[in-house]
T-cell receptor
Framework: DAGVIQSPRHEVTEMGQEVTLRCKPI?????LFWYRQTMMRGLELLIY????????DSGMPEDRFSAKMPNASFSTLKIQPSEPRDSAVYFC?????????FGPGTRLTVT | KNQVEQSPQSLIILEGKNCTLQ??????????LRWYKQDTGRGPVSLTI?????NTKSNGRYTATLDADTKQSSLHITASQLSDSASYIC???????FGAGTRLTVKP
């Protein structure tokens, strides 16, 4: 199994631009999680899906952030418009049961 | 105030030595407490998962303990190896409370 796949691995964009991060969970997993990690705040849960349905989005910082999971094998996290303070590493994780498997992350830099 | 506090922030030990990392939490109740290892530039990898009623859980040279009365957990690493150099993150799973992590460096 290839594990959780995230793309792109690195993204550099200018303030105000739209950014879309992508995630392919491990086949057969029914839960998907989006996290953000910064030096200042550590790891934070943004949103998680169960069977493609958003269960808890209380961690989404503001309306500029949105996440979708149109099917069991694909999810996106969109930031529009992006701001410099959104610069972070964004992780996607998937699970079937308590064990979560993290992807390699997308390093986002907003200038 | 973060509800999961980890100590120390960083730790340097010599290869072959043992070490213990601490996690104090105020989250209660919770479904489980987890320890993750995160290598630089990679996503976290699960080491142990303990439910509220468990006291200890081992995974090779890693042993996690949980004291629900004092709301403390520890991760003990035995016979450290250079590859143990990483950040170790404590997570209390109810609404996903993360500690800031302990950065461990193992030197030869």
């Amino acid at each position: 199994d290839a594990g959780v796949i995230q793309s792109p691995r690195h993204e550099v964009t200018e303030m105000g631009q739209e950014v879309t991060l992508r995630c392919k969970p491990i086949s057969g997993h029914n839960s998907l999680f989006w996290y953000r990690q910064t030096m200042m705040r550590g790891l934070e849960l943004l949103i998680y899906f169960n069977n493609n349905v958003p269960i808890d989005d209380s961690g989404m910082p503001e309306d500029r952030f949105s996440a979708k999971m149109p099917n069991a094998s694909f999810s996106t996290l969109k930031i529009q418009p992006s701001e410099p303070r959104d610069s972070a590493v964004y992780f996607c994780a998937s699970s079937y049961g308590p064990e979560q498997y993290f992807g390699p992350g997308t390093r986002l830099t907003v200038t | 105030k973060n509800q999961v506090e980890q100590s120390p922030q960083s730790l340097i030990i010599l290869e072959g030595k043992n070490c213990t990392l601490q996690c104090n939490y105020t989250v209660s109740p919770f479904s489980n407490l987890r320890w993750y290892k995160q290598d630089t530039g990679r996503g976290p990898v699960s080491l142990t998962i303990m439910t509220f009623s468990e006291n200890t859980k081992s995974n090779g040279r890693y042993t996690a303990t949980l004291d629900a009365d004092t709301k403390q957990s520890s991760l003990h690493i035995t016979a450290s190896q250079l590859s143990d150099s990483a950040s170790y993150i404590c997570v209390v799973h109810n609404d996903m409370r993360f500690g800031a992590g302990t950065r461990l460096t193992v030197k030869p």
